[in-house]
């Protein structure tokens, strides 16, 4: 129960290299034990805020002190600075003295209004810094992970297909349409306006990361070819530090940025129309192609880019379909170029991407969105619960609609001071790219943001999860019951598609991070386990980095070291400057033989000289000790203050002490000079006392009196 989660997040001390080795110092322990050092934290300052108050109340004691006679409301108030410990108390006494003095109420208040507001602000601000302090210095849920299994998953070659190949295949594909499903659903929560500090956003070292976004740019391409302004959306440079959460030096850290642009295409300039079935046409309907491009493979119709049936079009069973081609700039795999563009999309510095969307739904009222465009509104939408139609539902004006994008990477160092051509992905191969000076853990950092780059392209992101991550599902009567109807779209939605991909590729990255430091375990059939096909990093620099990867968690808290020390030493400090400070005065007073009457007056105001005073008073005694905290009673015997009754006069002395004998008139009789504070409050003089005969006396002794 007490190390629950320590076998995932490092428990005890390790270093946020991001914050420094000294101010980077981190403690980080269960919920359990930090809420029991939490709760400790909190005591431990309010134990320093009692002693620091009477360090306070030392320091205004000794200003007070005079030598001047004063009156009694003076007095009192040095006995409360000298005898109360904790502010509450010091306020309540205060209004005692206060009330107590019918006659000058308003002149005791005035007096004690300054105290009274000094005592509110420091008891209210111990009482703050006691409820804060746990969060001042465990105020982060920031921790580093414990790596397990750590690598990539294995990109089996399909040269030669055999059970391990497919069974690793398998494992690829499953795992890698499994974090793009989850990814979307985080930044679909987690990427919005609203929600981002929910306990689901929590997870990641950064609950989302940030990019700009320009509604209004010029088209990528030639001006010819799109339909409308495009949409820019740039990360600016994500430190994989600050951002990603590897913990190295600022100084080995990489900066990455992404740069995605898309604009609506102009499809219906590069279409024959409908054509008449033939050869291209599988099930015998009419078809129609987009020239956007030549497959060098031949997949598809001849020199069609994207090609549909009409029958294929009608009678689909979904609401939306995707198809893609993407270009990428200066890729040297093992086979050519899939997609070759046509002039007016080709560009030197950018991977480019064309997406169609086939749109099968029926809206109310017209979609003027470039993408998503539905101006076909001859059509009637049949209303199961009359059994009649709806009129003017609008169906998509073209066969196919299409975007157009571009994808360009940049690699720096962390500051920028060297980065890379902000070009494709393709066109940054090595980290030799970035610097052929850059330090091991750097190149390894390099490595892994280089990785993570190309999981997240966007051909991949439309592979796994793309129509079904279509933001436009959300406008759907239903899922199941066969309407194919949706709620108008708003005319600017193609924008919330993009950004929609956009998220979801930060979101993913976030999570390849992580997984890349503790990979999951995903059942991918019976008896076979996602962390069999895991390939573990070959350098020792990116094996450093499987230990090296934050995250937060909800289960953990985080204690700045430096924070730690701090408070327990500064709290010590004011401790010990509290018990050392009235010895510390006292004795340079003495050595200058200025304020002496301060501090006898501090000595004499205490509580047990004031005890050993009323002892006194009722001929207790002698005593020692009168200069210092505690006196102390002379010889071994008991004694009470509270015989007789607080009523009238005070009650009388069970004896008097022998200060000196004289001579006595007669036989029996002595005369001797006492000290007593007797019945009638009379203090050192000369009463005649029968003494029994033949004792005596010393001076100190007790007399037992025979009567007066």
């Not at 950018?350 to 059509?379: E, G, H, K």
């Not at 950004?499 to 979801?504: A, D, E, G, S, V």
């Not at 450093?544 to 010590?572: D, E, N, P, W, Y």
Request: aromatic fraction near 12%.
């Amino acid at each position: 129960m007490w190390s629950e989660g320590c076998d995932v997040v490092r428990c005890g001390f390790w270093i946020d290299w991001s914050k420094g080795s000294v101010n980077g110092s981190t403690l980080t322990l269960p919920s359990q034990w930090a809420l029991i050092m939490s709760g400790f934290l909190a005591l431990f300052v309010k134990l320093v805020g009692g002693y620091l108050w009477e360090t306070i109340c030392f320091v205004i004691h000794q200003t007070k002190a005079s030598l001047k006679s004063h009156d009694d409301i003076h007095h009192q108030t040095q006995l409360i600075l000298r005898n109360t410990e904790h502010e509450s108390t010091f306020i309540w006494k205060l209004i005692k003295v206060g009330l107590a003095h019918k006659g000058a109420r308003l002149e005791a208040s005035r007096r004690s209004f300054l105290l009274v507001i000094l005592a509110l602000v420091h008891g209210l601000g111990i009482w703050a810094a006691g409820g804060l302090s746990s969060r001042f210095i465990a105020g982060s849920d920031e921790v580093q992970t414990i790596s397990t299994t750590c690598g990539w998953m294995q990109e089996p070659s399909f040269d030669n297909v055999t059970d391990k190949v497919w069974d690793a295949a398998n494992a690829l594909v499953v795992m890698a349409r499994y974090r793009y499903q989850k990814s979307a659903s985080y930044s679909r929560s987690c990427y919005g306006e609203s929600g981002r500090d929910s306990t689901t956003c929590r997870t990641y070292l950064q609950p989302s990361l940030p990019y700009s976004v320009n509604f209004s740019s010029p088209c990528p391409f030639d001006e010819k070819i799109c339909n409308g302004p495009a949409i820019t959306l740039d990360t600016g440079f994500l430190r994989s530090d600050q951002h990603l959460g590897i913990n190295t030096l600022p100084e080995d850290s990489i900066s990455l940025r992404k740069k995605l642009i898309c604009a609506p295409l102009a499809g219906e300039k590069y279409t024959d129309g409908w054509m008449p079935p033939g050869n291209h046409s599988y099930d015998k309907s009419p078809w129609k192609g987009y020239k956007f491009g030549r497959f060098l493979e031949n997949t598809g119709p001849w020199n069609y880019t994207f090609a549909l049936s009409r029958a294929w079009l009608a009678t689909g069973d979904q609401p939306y379909n995707l198809m893609w081609a993407t270009a990428f700039l200066n890729y040297h795999g093992d086979q050519s170029t899939p997609f070759d563009p046509i002039p007016e999309l080709q560009s030197s510095d950018s991977d480019t991407i064309v997406i169609s969307l086939a749109n099968r739904i029926l809206y109310r009222t017209a979609v003027s969105d470039p993408w998503f465009n539905a101006q076909n509104c001859t059509y009637a939408i049949y209303d199961n619960s009359t059994g009649g139609n709806i009129p003017n539902g609008c169906a998509s004006t073209n066969a196919l609609s299409f975007l157009g994008c571009q994808e360009r990477y940049q690699f720096c160092t962390y500051n920028q001071a060297t980065c890379t051509p902000f070009t494709g992905l393709y066109s940054i191969s090595s980290a030799a790219d970035l610097s052929p000076s850059l330090t091991a853990t750097q190149k390894a950092v390099f490595q892994l943001y280089w990785k993570l780059a190309w999981a997240t392209q966007l051909n991949f992101q439309l592979g796994f999860i793309g129509r079904e991550n279509l933001a436009a599902l959300d406008y759907l009567w239903d899922g199941g019951f066969g309407f194919d109807i949706s709620a108008t779209l708003p005319a600017d939605h193609w924008h919330r598609e993009v950004r929609n991909w956009m998220n979801t590729t930060l979101a993913a990255a976030q999570l390849l991070t992580l997984s890349f430091a503790r990979a999951p375990e995903f059942d991918v059939g019976p008896g076979l386990s996602t962390l069999k096909y895991v390939v573990p990093p070959s350098s020792a620099a990116e094996v450093m980095l499987c230990s090296k990867m934050k995250a937060r968690s909800r289960q953990h808290t985080s204690f700045s070291v430096l924070g730690l020390f701090a408070l327990l030493g500064i709290g010590l400090l004011l401790i010990v400057v509290n018990l050392m400070l009235p010895k510390a005065v006292a004795g340079i007073q003495s050595r200058m033989g200025r304020g002496l009457h301060k501090r006898l007056e501090w000595i004499e105001s205490s509580g047990f000289q004031l005890q050993r005073m009323a002892a006194e008073g009722r001929g207790i005694g002698p005593w020692e000790g009168r200069d210092q905290d505690v006196p102390r009673l002379l010889g071994e015997r008991g004694f009470s203050l509270t015989e007789g009754s607080l009523r009238g006069r005070w009650s009388r002395v069970g004896g008097y002490e022998a200060l000196e004998l004289q001579d006595g008139d007669g036989a029996d009789m002595g005369r001797l000079r006492c000290a007593s504070v007797g019945s009638d409050g009379m203090g050192e003089g000369k009463r005649r006392v029968r003494v029994a005969v033949g004792e005596r006396w010393e001076p100190g002794d007790r007399v037992g009196l025979l009567d007066e």
